[in-house]
C-alpha cells in the first residue's frame, strides 16, 4: 500500500529556534498534501494545504508566517515552525493525497513537538 | 459547512464485549467520503474503513462492521468481541474535496 514517511517522528527543541519537518510520499506522487496539528486528546485540526508548486493555503486562525509549508516537488512538502515556543509544542501530522480521488488520502506516522 | 459530532468521549468495556461508536455528520455536499481512523498510544492514524455517499451497503470486515445511514447522516462503527489491543481513540471523518473533517474522538478502553 502507500506510504507517507514523515521526520522526524520526536523532537525537541529551544524555545526561539525554528524546527522543520518533512513528509514525503514514498511511492506515489502527491500533488496536494495536508498538515494537521493535534493537541493532548483533542481532535486533528486541518492547519493547511499544500499545492505543489504553489502556495500553501492555510485555515482560518493559522498564521503562515509561523507555519512556514513549502512543497517543492511531488513527493515532499515540509512544515517549518519559526522561533517555536512552548505553546506550538504539539503532535503535527501530515497526509498526502493519492491522484485526484478525495478518497485516497494516506497519513504520516505524526511528529511530536516539544518546545521547552 | 462540515461538521463531524463524535458523542462519546470515553467508552470502557472488558475483553469480549461488543463496542458501537456512534459518528454523525453534517454536509451540504452531495459526493463524499466518511472514514473511521484509528489512533494508537504510539499516535500514528491507523485507516479502517472509507465509504463514499453513494454506497449506502453496510460492511462486515473481521470484527469490525460499520452502519451508515444517510438518512439519519450517521456511520456507525462496532467493534465485535473486543480485545485489549483495540484499545485506541476512534476517529470518524468526513472528506469532501480532499478535506478532512475529523469528529472529536473517542477513546476506547478494553480490560482484560
Known amino acids: 500500500g502507500a506510504v507517507v514517511s514523515q521526520h522526524p517522528s520526536r523532537v525537541i527543541c529551544k524555545s526561539g529556534t525554528s524546527v522543520k519537518i518533512e513528509c514525503r510520499s514514498l511511492d506515489f506522487q502527491a500533488t496536494t498534501m495536508f498538515w494537521y496539528r493535534q493537541f493532548p486528546k483533542k481532535s486533528l485540526m486541518l492547519m493547511a494545504t499544500s499545492n505543489e508548486g504553489s502556495k500553501a493555503t492555510y485555515e482560518q486562525g493559522v498564521e503562515k508566517d509561523k507555519f512556514l509549508i513549502n512543497h517543492a516537488s511531488l513527493t515532499l512538502s515540509t512544515l517549518t515552525v519559526t522561533s517555536a515556543h512552548p505553546e506550538d509544542s504539539s503532535f503535527y501530522i501530515c497526509s498526502a493525497l493519492r491522484g485526484e480521488a478525495s478518497e485516497k488520502l494516506f497519513f504520516g506516522s505524526g511528529t511530536q513537538l516539544s518546545v521547552l | ?112
Open chain 2, 1 to 112: 459547512a462540515q461538521k463531524v459530532t463524535q458523542a462519546q468521549t470515553e467508552i470502557s468495556v472488558v475483553e469480549k464485549e461488543d463496542v458501537t461508536l456512534d459518528c454523525v455528520y453534517e454536509t451540504r455536499d452531495t459526493t463524499y467520503y466518511l472514514f473511521w481512523y484509528k489512533q494508537p498510544p504510539s499516535g500514528e492514524l491507523v485507516f479502517l474503513i472509507r465509504r463514499n455517499s453513494f454506497d449506502e451497503q453496510n460492511e462486515i470486515s473481521g470484527r469490525y462492521s460499520w452502519n451508515f445511514q444517510k438518512s439519519t447522516s450517521s456511520f456507525n462503527f462496532t467493534i465485535t468481541a473486543s480485545q485489549v489491543v483495540d484499545s485506541a481513540v476512534y476517529f470518524c471523518a468526513l472528506n469532501s474535496w480532499g478535506k478532512l473533517q475529523f469528529g472529536a474522538g473517542t477513546q476506547v478502553v478494553v480490560t482484560p
